[in-house]
């Protein structure tokens, strides 16, 4: 690929620096393109040896990466800016990791015209079946976004979505993982508790689940007319969700993802 010539560095290669710089290698981006910081020294050496990538300072990272994609948590981020902002050339592309921060906290501690592009991936980037939802701040252009996503594009899907549904995106799709394991943890206890042996309940659970994730990706449907179709008159499926509805599952769900979406806000105003 064309712009794989690019040298980009992870800077705080924490979980989701470390998924990114995973599929950039398994993508076939080259290790010597690859650069990673990261605070703690067994950290560094655990990235290093992990995956041969070279492992330095934050100014060393910045002076010779064309990519600096920022991934540290979101209450490090003015430090770190206060840090490397002045190094960082005007032109250099800043992708930010970090969940919450609009652009507008990069541009407002980097050099005028720095273009920042904001990602929210996911966890699935370990086995390449990301979400990765990318927004340009206000000096990223096409070409910036496009690189973005040749970048994230070997972690799963992508799409574009204006900045301002981000912290929506962070709500949904970002915590989105978590919500999925909580119900599976769920459904296994209750294969317990209806007598059958946990790893058979896991296996039916998990294989359920795939089977399903495949249908709505693959089929096109809405979601409720696949659940009609399992979903039989006076039979066993509408019992089960008279009672999920009944305990107000779908209103659950929804107050969950207004909490996550508000402490994304919350953790912005905190890092400001």
């Not at 005007?90 to 990791?97: D, M, P, T, Y």
Request: with cysteine.
């Amino acid at each position: 690929m064309a712009r794989q010539v690019h040298t980009v560095a992870v800077i705080g290669a924490g979980k989701i620096g470390e998924l990114m710089l995973s599929g950039l290698l398994r993508s076939g981006w080259p290790v010597e393109r690859l650069l990673a910081t990261a605070r703690r020294p067994a950290r560094a050496r655990e990235l290093a040896d992990r995956y041969g990538v070279r492992v330095v300072d934050n100014l060393t990272a910045v002076a010779e990466a064309e990519v600096l994609a920022v991934s540290v948590k979101p209450q490090d981020a003015a430090a770190l800016l206060d840090e490397i902002g002045p190094k960082v050339p005007a032109g250099k592309l800043v992708i930010s990791l970090c969940a919450g921060l609009p652009t507008a906290f990069f541009n407002r501690r980097l050099p005028e015209g720095t273009p920042v592009v904001r990602v929210m991936t996911n966890t699935p980037a370990l086995v390449d079946e990301a979400m990765s939802a990318i927004s340009a701040g206000a000096y990223a252009t096409g070409e910036h976004l496009a690189l973005a996503e040749e970048m994230f594009s070997p972690l799963g899907s992508t799409v574009r979505v204006p900045e301002s549904q981000q912290d929506a995106v962070t709500a949904l799709s970002g915590s989105g993982p978590a919500y999925f394991y909580l119900l599976v943890e769920a459904m296994i206890d209750a294969g317990i508790l209806l007598g059958l042996p946990r790893q058979v309940a896991h296996e039916l659970i998990v294989q359920t689940a795939i089977g399903s994730a495949v249908m709505l990706r693959d089929s096109g449907e809405h979601p409720v007319k696949l659940r009609e179709a399992v979903t039989s008159p006076a039979g066993t499926t509408i019992s089960a969700i008279r009672e999920l509805e009944n305990h107000g599952v779908r209103a659950a769900m929804l107050a969950a993802l207004e909490a996550a979406r508000d402490r994304a806000r919350q953790l912005a105003a905190q890092a400001d």
